[in-house]
C-alpha cells in the first residue's frame, strides 16, 4: 500500500489509552459487556445530553439495530417508507431493506450537505414513517426545517451522527434533535474504540427495546427493576434464558468500551482541534472562490476537509497531484449512492447535487495530527497549482531596493535566477505620493511586492523628526497596501522592526506580545506607523480576502548599513570607532553600560533569506519574527568586533553610563518550526560587513 504522509485516518489510539488497556487486561476476569460498557454508556449519555446511550459493535450495527427496534416499537409494516439523502454511508440504507422497508432518496443540497429541504415535502407519502437524516462530515442538518416540512405528521426523525460527535443545532448537540440518533467509533472518526457505535435517545420504552434488541432478545438485558415481573410471567421458563424478542448480537465488548472511556475525556480536545484546522483550511480555499464551493456553517465539528470543484476535470488534475504528494483522497463518504451497482434499480437522474458532489468533490483527512505544518504544505500546493505562488518569471517589486535588506534581496534574486525585479529609486518614484504610486502600478502591474520602503534612521533622527517618520511610514504604507488590494497583486511582504515591541515584552519576545504594551518612547512614532501597516495588512486580509504577510527582524546588521556614529545601530557604530582606533593608535575604546545587555544580531543576507522563503511558504494574516534564536552580551559583541579588526587596544565599559534595554531578542519559534534557520556566524558576518566597511566606506572615500 502506498505509504502517505498525510493519511486519511491515523493512529489516534496513544500511550494513555494503551496504558488503561493493559492494566484493564492485567486485572479483568470479564471482558464481554459488563461494566465497562455501562460506565461507557453513562460518561457518553452525560457528554452527549441526553438519557439513554446503547453501545453496540459498530455504527452500522447501531442503525440496523434502530431501525429494527422502531419498525416493531411503532408497527410499520413492510413497504413502509423511510426517507433519506442520496449521499450518506452505505450501512444507512441496507438496514432499511434488512428490516423490509422502503428507503425513498431525496437529492442533497450544497449549503450542508444533508437533504435539498424544498424535495422532502414531494416524497412524503401516506407510507412515510421516518426522516433518516445524516449530518455529513461534521455539517450539522437544518433539522428545524424538516420539522417545519413535517408539520404535524407522523414521521419520526431520526439522525445518524456518525461523522458529526459534538456538532450543534442552536448549541444543543446533534442527535438530541429527534427521537433517537447513532453514533460510530470506527477508526479515523473523532473518537475511536477501534470498531463501535452508540445508539442515543431520551425514550424510555425504545431503550428498553433497544436493550433487548442488541443481544439475542434477553429478558436479562433489562433494566433489573423489570427483571420480577418477567419471572412472574413465564415461571416455566429459566429468566437468564427468557427470549422476548427477535434480536440480533451487536454487543461489544469490555475492551472496546475501556478504549472509549479513555478516548472520551478527549473528545472536546479533538473537535477543538478539527474545527481549528477546519478554520485555517476554509482561510486557504476562500482565496480561490473562483474554483472552489467553500462552507463555513455554524455549530460543526469537522470530520474531513472537502474540496469542491466547480469544474470537474480541474478536481481531477488537483486530486492527482494531491496524491503525489502524499496526502490522501477519497470520494464524498461514496459519492452519489444511486450510481451503486448496489442501487441500481433506482432511478437516479434526479439528484444533480450528489452527482456533483460525485464528480467534482472530495476530500482529505482531518484529526488531530492535521496542525499549520501540514496546512501550510497543502496552502503551498494550492499557491503552485492555481498559479499564485512566485516563480521565476513573476513581477517582483521590491519597494526600498538601495537599503539594507532591499539590496540583499535583489542580490539574492538575480543570484537565482528571478527575471522580472521592478526596482525604483526614491528620486524615480515618491511612494509617499498616492497619483504616482497608482500610476506605477498601473504601468508595472507587479503580481509580488516586497515592502522593504521605510523612512529609518537612528536615535537622534527619531528624537528630532518624530513627525517624518510617522507621516512618511503612514503615506507609504497607505499608498502601497491599498493599491497592492486594488491592483490585485498575488502576494505582499511588509517588513517590521523589532523595536515595535512593547518595551517590557517578557524575553524572547513571541509574536503575540505585539500589542501588549507600549513600545520604547524614543520610537514611538515610527513604532505606531509600523503597528499600523502591520494591522491595515492584516485588516485587508480580513476584509478582501489578500495574502498580505508582515514579518519583524531583530537587529539586522552587514553591507549596506549605515556606519556613521549618529545613524548606525550598535554592530556597525562600533565597526567604526574600533576601525578607527586601530587607524589612529588609541590605546583603548570605552563603551556606555555595563557591556551585559544582551543583543539578537540578524546577518543581512540570513534576512534577506528569510523575506523570500516567507514569500514562499508562509501565508498566515498572524506577524512572524525573523532572528537567530540566540543573542549575545554588548561585550561579546565588542570583543568579535575587536577580533575581526585587528585592534590590539583595550575596551573599557563606563558603568556610570546606562546600559538600555537589557535584552531583546526575538522568539524565532514559529520561524523555525517551519524549516527555516539562519546560517551566518557572527564571526562570518562580521568579516564580510567590515570587508564592505573597507570597500565602500574607507578605501573609496
Ligand atoms: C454517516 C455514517 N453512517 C454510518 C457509518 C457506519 O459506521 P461504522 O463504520 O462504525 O459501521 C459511517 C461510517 O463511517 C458513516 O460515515
Known amino acids: 500500500m502506498e505509504e502517505y504522509s498525510w493519511p486519511l485516518m491515523e493512529d489516534i489510539v496513544n500511550e494513555e489509552d494503551k496504558g488503561n488497556l493493559i492494566s484493564f487486561i492485567k486485572t479483568t476476569k470479564r471482558y464481554t459487556q459488563f461494566t465497562k460498557v455501562r460506565d461507557f454508556e453513562n460518561i457518553y449519555s452525560e457528554w452527549q445530553g441526553c438519557k439513554y446511550s446503547i453501545f453496540v459493535n459498530s455504527g452500522s450495527s447501531a442503525n440496523l439495530l434502530l431501525i429494527d427496534t422502531l419498525k416493531e416499537k411503532y408497527g410499520w409494516n413492510d413497504g413502509d417508507e423511510i426517507i433519506v439523502p442520496a449521499i450518506t454511508w452505505i450501512t444507512n440504507i441496507s438496514p432499511i431493506f434488512q428490516c423490509g422497508l422502503k428507503p425513498v432518496f431525496v437529492d442533497i443540497n450544497l449549503s450542508d450537505f444533508s437533504f435539498d429541504y424544498k424535495q422532502i415535502e414531494n416524497q412524503i407519502t401516506k407510507k412515510t414513517k421516518a426522516i433518516f437524516i445524516t449530518h455529513l462530515i461534521g455539517f450539522p442538518s437544518n433539522v428545524n426545517k424538516i420539522k417545519e416540512i413535517i408539520k404535524d405528521k407522523d414521521i419520526k426523525i431520526i439522525e445518524d451522527c456518525c461523522e458529526s460527535h459534538g456538532a450543534t443545532i442552536d448549541n444543543i448537540k446533534v442527535g438530541n434533535h429527534g427521537l433517537a440518533s447513532t453514533f460510530s467509533f470506527y477508526w479515523g472518526h473523532h473518537i475511536t474504540t477501534i470498531e463501535g457505535g452508540m445508539v442515543c435517545t431520551n425514550n424510555e420504552d425504545l431503550y428498553q427495546r433497544l436493550l433487548l434488541k442488541r443481544a439475542h432478545g434477553l429478558a436479562r438485558e433489562l433494566p433489573k427493576e423489570l427483571h420480577e415481573a418477567y419471572k412472574k410471567k413465564y415461571p416455566d421458563i429459566d429468566f437468564e434464558f427468557l427470549f422476548l424478542t427477535n434480536g440480533f448480537n451487536f454487543r461489544n465488548t469490555e475492551f472496546n468500551a475501556v478504549l472509549g472511556l479513555s478516548q472520551i475525556k478527549k473528545l472536546d480536545k479533538f473537535i477543538e482541534i478539527r474545527n481549528k484546522n477546519y478554520d485555517r483550511f476554509y482561510e486557504i480555499c476562500k482565496k480561490y472562490h473562483s474554483h472552489l464551493i467553500t462552507l463555513h456553517n455554524p ?42 451497482p448496489f442501487l441500481s434499480d433506482y432511478k437516479n437522474d434526479r439528484f444533480t447535487n450528489a452527482d456533483f458532489i460525485h464528480h467534482n468533490a472530495f476530500y482529505i483527512g482531518n484529526n488531530q495530527f492535521v496542525g499549520e505544518e501540514r496546512l501550510t504544505r497543502l496552502q503551498n500546493i494550492m499557491e503552485d497549482f492555481f498559479n499564485t505562488k512566485m516563480n521565476k518569471e513573476s513581477r517582483i517589486y521590491i519597494s526600498g531596493h538601495t537599503g539594507l535588506v532591499g539590496s540583499a534581496l535583489v542580490k539574492l534574486l538575480r543570484a537565482q535566477g528571478y527575471l522580472n525585479l521592478i526596482l525604483k529609486t526614491h528620486e524615480e518614484l515618491d511612494l509617499r505620493n498616492q497619483i504616482d504610486v497608482e500610476e506605477f502600478f498601473q504601468a508595472e502591474r507587479p503580481e509580488f511586492v516586497f515592502m522593504f520602503a521605510a523612512k529609518v534612521g537612528g536615535i537622534k533622527a527619531h528624537l528630532n523628526t518624530p513627525a517624518e517618520f510617522i507621516y512618511d511610514n503612514i503615506q507609504i504604507q497607505n499608498n502601497l497596501i491599498h493599491l497592492s488590494w486594488k491592483y490585485n497583486i498575488k502576494k505582499l511582504l511588509f517588513l517590521g522592526s523589532a523595536c515595535i515591541y512593547p518595551t517590557n515584552s517578557p524575553q524572547p519576545i513571541k509574536e503575540q506580545y505585539l500589542m501588549d504594551g507600549k513600545p520604547e518612547s524614543s520610537y514611538e512614532s515610527f513604532a505606531i506607523a509600523k503597528i499600523s501597516g502591520i494591522s491595515m495588512c492584516q485588516a485587508y486580509n480580513k476584509q478582501h480576502e489578500t495574502n498580505f504577510i508582515t514579518v519583524i527582524p531583530s537587529n539586522i546588521y552587514g553591507p549596506g548599513d549605515h556606519f556613521d556614529l549618529e545613524n548606525s545601530h550598535l554592530l556597525s557604530a562600533l565597526i567604526n570607532r574600533f576601525h578607527n582606533a586601530k587607524t589612529n593608535q588609541i590605546q583603548e575604546v570605552t563603551l556606555w553600560g555595563t557591556g551585559t545587555p544582551r543583543r539578537d544580531l540578524l546577518y543581512v543576507d540570513d534576512a534577506a533569506k528569510a523575506c523570500l522563503f516567507l514569500m514562499q511558504n508562509y501565508n498566515s494574516s498572524e506577524v512572524i519574527n525573523v532572528g537567530t534564536g540566540s543573542d549575545m552580551t554588548v561585550r561579546e559583541i565588542g570583543e568579535n568586533v575587536k577580533q575581526t579588526i585587528g585592534y590590539n587596544g583595550e575596551i573599557f565599559f563606563d558603568t556610570t553610563k546606562p546600559d538600555g534595554t537589557m535584552k531583546r531578542q526575538v522568539d524565532t519559534a514559529k520561524i523555525n518550526s517551519l524549516g527555516w534557520m539562519a546560517e551566518t556566524s557572527i564571526k562570518e558576518g562580521l568579516e564580510k560587513t567590515y570587508k564592505w566597511y573597507l570597500d565602500n566606506l574607507i578605501i573609496n572615500k
Do not use: A, C, V, W
Not at 481531477?316 to 461514496?334: A, D, S, V, W
Open 299 to 340: 455549530g460543526i465539528s469537522s470530520f474531513t476537509l472537502p474540496f469542491i470543484f466547480k469544474d470537474m476535470n480541474k478536481k481531477q488534475q488537483f486530486q492527482k497531484r494531491l496524491n503525489q504528494e502524499g496526502i490522501q483522497t477519497r470520494p464524498m463518504i461514496g459519492g452519489n449512492l444511486l450510481k451503486q
